[in-house]
Nanobody
Framework: QVQLVESGGGLVQSGGSLRLSCAAS????????MGWYRQAPGKQRELVAS??????TNYADSVKGRFTISRPNTKNAYLQMNSLKPEDTAVYYC????????????WGQGTQVTVSS
């Protein structure tokens, strides 16, 4: 069983930056796509950014130009968040998904990001 552990969340003022980290218990990011999701109170979980095995990235329109996803090795991934806005406040989750086997999907426990105005 693979475990994903997020860290780096916290309280930041509007316009500030945070970097979220996702550490996997195994070297899975060479064979699993990786994504960052978030869920705000009363809202559905949404995809924020993703990176394929080949390194292609995708971003939600709301974060384009402000957030950057990276995966420097097979066990760690990051989400650099700049120019944060109060509407970015949410619990952020790390996700790993096998591109072919739909039951091979893992989630982290989440890390809270709060942006004050």
């Amino acid at each position: 069983q693979v475990q994903l552990v997020e860290s780096g969340g916290g309280l930041v003022q509007s316009g500030g930056s945070l970097r979220l980290s996702c550490a996997a218990s195994a070297n899975i990011f060479s064979i699993y796509a990786m994504g960052w999701y978030r869920q705000a109170p009363g809202k559905q979980r949404e995809l924020v950014a993703s990176i394929t095995i080949g390194g292609s990235t995708n971003y939600a329109d709301s974060v384009k130009g402000r957030f950057t996803i990276s995966r420097p090795n097979t066990k760690n991934a990051y989400l650099q968040m700049n120019s944060l806005k109060p509407e970015d406040t949410a619990v952020y989750y790390c996700n790993a998904r096998h591109p072919v086997l739909p039951d091979r999907e893992y989630w982290g426990q989440g890390t809270q990001v709060t942006v004050s105005s």
